[in-house]
């Protein structure tokens, strides 16, 4: 049912007022039970997040920045990380030193520098120290210690050690070949060795520097004939040929070859090894030792009394020359030796010496 006019609908309650329909739009500003300005409750869920987000984040990093790891660099670049805080860097190379001289078989020295400093290792991998000294050992470059071989005092040859120096001269002694009529090879220079520390690369196998050792080059030089010499005999002693020894000496020629006369002068070409070796010629002779003659006196005889009592025998003795040459050539004193085969027997000899005798003598002449 309708109302007649547009007045709103009044009820009457138990107030003298009029009582408004609560939910009429026109009248909601007006009731009490919705006030138009009313406040709403402050929301501190987000701010307590974000303090327990910060307060996390700073957790986080205190622990993260404790020093409970210790970063391994060689020189720049790092390398790992250990457990162990208390490891020193001096601690540190002496370990890697010791594997790689393991490893080597020699003395070493490290080319860089292995430093260390203290690190959080929260979210870092850390590791034992083996596996990090393993991952050093295969960074790290070095030298070895190793012997060079010195010729007259000036560098020659590097090997790994004292052994493999004197293995690589011996084979180049055993290698050489002698000189026809020579025998008991050795360096005619001062060979000596001294310790050093090289690249590994560096480093000759006793083969290899026993090649070295023996390189050889052309040398020309003068040779003075001698009796018995004959061209061909000469070229051959150099290892040349006829036709090279003729070009070495254009003075000479196909005729005039068979002419060459003892103390003339050869101009020879020869190879020989850059380090001089010295051979000798061994000679061997037998010589006699004369025997002494020993003069006893016999007190009960005349001075004109003499008698042989023992017979003199010769001794023999083997002298042994060693004829030194260098290179093929002639050089140097001739050392000598001697042996005793057959020791001399002294002659002796008797002879008077009574005074008494020598007087009755006079006087019996005298009488006469």
Do not use: W
């Not at 594997?99 to 080597?104: A, I, N, P, R």
């Not at 020989?272 to 010589?287: A, N, S």
């Not at 050089?331 to 002659?347: A, C, H, L, N, Y």
Request: aromatic share 6%; with cysteine; net charge neutral.
């Amino acid at each position: 049912m309708t109302p007649r006019n547009n007045k709103p609908l009044k009820f009457k309650g138990n107030n003298s007022g009029p009582m408004i329909f609560p939910l009429h739009p026109n009248n909601m500003s007006k009731n009490k039970m919705f006030p138009k300005n009313r406040r709403k409750p402050l929301n501190l869920r987000p701010l307590l997040l974000l303090i327990l987000l910060l307060g996390f984040i700073s957790l986080i990093g205190y622990v993260g920045s404790r020093a409970n790891a210790v970063a391994v660099y060689v020189d720049n670049e790092i390398i790992g990380y250990i457990k162990d805080t208390n490891t020193s860097e001096e601690e540190l190379t002496k370990l890697v030193v010791a594997k790689l001289k393991q490893d080597v078989g020699s003395n070493i020295e490290l080319n860089e520098t292995i430093s260390l400093k203290k690190s959080g290792g929260l979210f870092k991998k850390k590791e034992d120290a083996e596996q990090v000294i393993s991952k050093v050992c295969q960074t790290v470059s070095y030298n070895q210690e190793a012997t060079k071989i010195l010729v007259d005092d000036k560098d020659f040859c590097i090997v790994s050690n004292i052994e493999s120096a004197r293995e690589a001269l011996k084979i180049v002694l055993e290698n050489y070949k002698c000189p026809e009529g020579t025998a008991q090879p050795e360096f005619a220079v001062r060979i000596s060795t001294a310790n050093t520390f090289v690249d590994k690369n560096s480093v000759n196998t006793p083969e290899e520097a026993a090649k070295l050792l023996s390189a050889t080059h052309q040398v020309t030089k003068d040779y003075t004939v001698v009796s018995g010499d004959t061209f061909g005999s000469i070229a051959s002693k150099f290892g040349m040929t006829e036709s090279q020894l003729l070009s070495a000496n254009p003075s000479i020629t196909e005729s005039t070859k068979t002419n060459i006369q003892a103390g003339q002068t050869l101009k020879v070409v020869s190879t020989e090894t850059v380090l001089p070796i010295r051979t000798f010629g061994l000679e061997t002779v037998t010589e006699t030792i004369d025997y002494d003659t020993i003069t006893r006196r016999n007190s009960n005889e005349p001075s004109s009394y003499r008698k042989e009592i023992r017979e003199g025998v010769e001794g023999e003795k083997e002298v042994s020359r060693k004829i030194p040459y260098v290179n093929g050539v002639r050089m140097g004193e001739i050392q000598t030796s001697e042996k005793i085969i057959k020791e001399p027997v002294d002659r002796i000899i008797e002879v008077g010496s009574s005074r008494s005798s020598s007087r009755s003598s006079s006087r019996d002449s005298d009488d006469e």
